[in-house]
């Protein structure tokens, strides 16, 4: 990327905005915001720095909006209501049937790989052992690599900061395509079989986000379903509806776990949320687990190849039996304490390797995949040569499990110990991540790993979890903190020993469910994915503690992973909590620090139109009309504010030539027969291709009739505050400034606000004396 385009981007004040920022160091954004209030809007999306565009949540109430809803009949609100639950439907069907299918297919690729290392350990061929495992790795994660960085760039990483940013308002170009599906899907495979530190979580949710996407669509951009009842979904709201589905029912493909995906879009990913979209959500879950549970059922009946004993898509620890008593608060309460610090730790030192990967990644297509080739060639290494230095323990013979064993699978793998014994930190680290974590998670076995393979692998798994999230393949991060912290809670409980009568295997669950909250902030999502994933309701109040004191301890060190990953990509992302500092600020000394508004006639001439367009890249246009009925103490002819008109409206309008020879206001059927209310809803704006004649220049248009009447409007005298606020909670993409009181000839628009003045990093670098009144005081 270049480097001059990166200078433009902005950042976020919650973290480290206190820097020069003009420094170029390792706690800056990737990308710099400019030092006006309106700064162009720009971030890193996939490999490149692309413009962004916000979403129109907003409903546009122009006459032909306000004429198709009154003329609509029964019939087509319940065809409305019925595509909206059929969609939702589909997207479950289809998240849960290539949620299936990436299982399978890792779970056969990496069986395979696994035997055929076992083969070789059998015959005590170390070398060669070596050199099958780290071969099969590399072509695995060459595979996952090249399809990233070739064609589908916003296909590596887990894609939930993206899906954030859409959900709060943000446009982020080629998220949500049929290419970056198919290479998500692929390269989940090639990276996940490759034995890589990284899970399908992530990407899940992002594969049901695009499946959404596309169904509302009707297909891609270049082959879409013409198919009349779509014409409904062909909105940003509707869209954003579905895509929110789409994340929760990821979420429920990757654990099996319907109410947690429902709360995991709530809590974590959806910005704007109501009950409706809570049933229709909920829904989408529900049709996931109905399809995982019938391949489960065919899976148990030995027709999924290598697909490992247990539950699909899931660590199915549901067979566990725990218990605990009062005197067992105290390491729990440890144990949330050690998750949160440890999780502010990996945020901390991953923001780090994020930004020198970037200097990287910068460098081309070769270093991109070259980087993942070190990282998959390092971890297969450290897979297969630190086994060789734990020490064989005897195996238990009251135990039913085989052991040893090379197989595909077990909880005593042989690897270098003869026959009766078996290596504890190869059972851990040569299968796949999903039979790590059910090891880690296994109850009553207090002896069957050493503290010392414990330390090994969580210390490589520490190391691995920073290094192998960022590179070009797609990752998520749900497993490797689930791995790390599973480690630990058990190291814990092994330390604890005579002195708790919570099993190992329960600090274990702990552990991770701490880790994930001091490192990702969620509570009330991962306490009912922990539970619907272990089936014990009795876990649940001290999960609760876990959980609550874990993000407590976090959030006092710095904000959540997918909070510095957004950060990092410039994407404009708005708080739910505005800075205090902000109550000193009125949108009002916001707009002076702005150029002037642009703003259009009701009946205005069509060269005035093109030379806006030309010359702003501004999306909506206030629209003034003289006043028929003059407010009192007002002049005839005061001017007032009709409404705002967008862009997109404005090139469609040239683009079909609705020119007026006269200036007047046309009739409402002249309208309707020209544009159909769904042709509006196309986002078309690229002016480049519309030729006007030097005898079109001077005719006119008539902008009333695609004019938002009903804009959301606020006094100039409000506080950046609770503006922000509005914004957020209402989904807006624009909000006029309006005078306290108009006087005579007094423009009746005082500036319009959009997602990047109301960003706190922004507004300081506007107002640098701001940064002094920042604990409260007034400036």
Known sequence: MVEEDLNQIGGNSNYNGEADPESNTLNQPLVKANRTLSSTPLALVGAKV??????????????????????????????????????????????????????????????YKLLAVGHFLTQERYVTGLMVLAGANLGLTLVA???????????????????????????????????????KIVGSIGAVAAGLDLGKEGPLVHIGSCIASLLGQGGTDNHRIKWRWLRYFNNDRDRRDLITCGSAAGVCAAFRSPVGGVLFALEEVATWWRSALLWRTFFSTAVVVVVLREFIEICNSGKCGLFGKGGLIMFDVSHVTYTYHVTDIIPVMLIGVIGGILGSLYNHFLHKV????????????????????????????????????????????????????????????????????????????????????????????????????????????????????GIATPSGLFLPIILMGAAYGRMLGAAMGSYTSIDQGLYAVLGAAALMAGSMRMTVSLCVIFLELTNNLLLLPITMIVLLIAKTVGDSFNPS??????????????????????????????????????????????????????????????????????????????????????????????????????????????????????????????????????????????????????PYTVMENMSVAKALVLFRQVGLRHLLIVPKIQASGMCPVVGILTRQDLRAYNILQAFPLLEKSKSGKAH
């Open 354 to 469: 994020l930004r020198l990967y970037n200097l990287i990644n910068e460098k081309g297509k070769i270093h991109k995949v070259l980087l993942s080739l070190t990282v998959s060639l390092f971890t297969s290494v450290c897979l297969y040569g630190l086994p060789f230095l734990a020490k064989c323990k005897p195996c238990d013979p009251s135990i039913d499990e085989i052991c040893p064993t090379n197989g595909r699978s077990g909880n005593f793998k042989q690897f270098n110990c003869p026959k009766g014994y078996y290596n504890d930190l190869a059972t851990l680290l040569l299968t796949t991540n999903d039979d790590a974590v059910r090891n880690l998670f296994s109850s009553n076995t207090p002896n069957e790993f050493g503290m010392g393979s414990l330390w090994i692998f969580f210390v490589l798994y520490c190391i691995l979890g920073l290094f192998t999230f």
């Open 561 to 710: 992973i997918y909070d510095i990953i957004l950060h990092l990509k410039g994407l404009p992302f708005l708080e739910a909590n505005p800075e205090p500092w902000m109550r000193n600020l009125s949108v009002g000394e916001l707009g002076d620090a702005k150029p002037p508004v642009v703003t259009l006639q009701g009946v205005e001439k069509v060269s005035k139109i093109v030379d806006v367009l030309k010359n702003t890249t501004h999306n909506a246009f206030p629209v003034l009309d003289k006043a028929e009925v003059p407010q009192v103490g007002l002049p005839t002819g005061a001017t007032e504010l009709h409404g705002l008109i967008l862009r997109a409206h404005l090139v469609k309008v040239l683009k079909k030539r609705w020119f007026l020879t006269e200036k007047r206001r046309t009739e409402e059927w002249e309208v309707r027969e020209k544009f159909p209310w769904d042709e509006l809803a196309e986002r078309e704006d690229n002016f480049d291709d519309v030729a006007i004649t030097s005898a079109e220049m001077e005719m006119y248009v008539d902008l009333h009739p695609f004019t938002n009447t009903t």
């Open 145 to 183: 690599s090249v399809l990233c960085v070739c064609f589908a760039p916003t296909a590596a990483g887990p894609g939930i900061p993206e899906i954030k940013a859409y959900l709060n308002g943000v446009d982020t170009p080629n998220m949500f395509g049929a290419t970056t599906m198919i290479v």
């Open 50 to 111: 692309s413009h962004i565009e916000s979403l129109d949540y907003e409903i546009n109430e122009n006459d032909l909006f306000k004429h198709d809803w009154r003329k609509r009949s029964k019939a087509q609100v319940l065809q409305y209501v019925f595509l909206k639950w059929t969609l939702a439907c589909l997207v479950g069907l289809f998240t849960g049937l290539i949620a299936t299918l990436i299982n399978l297919a890792v779970e056969n690729i990496a069986g």
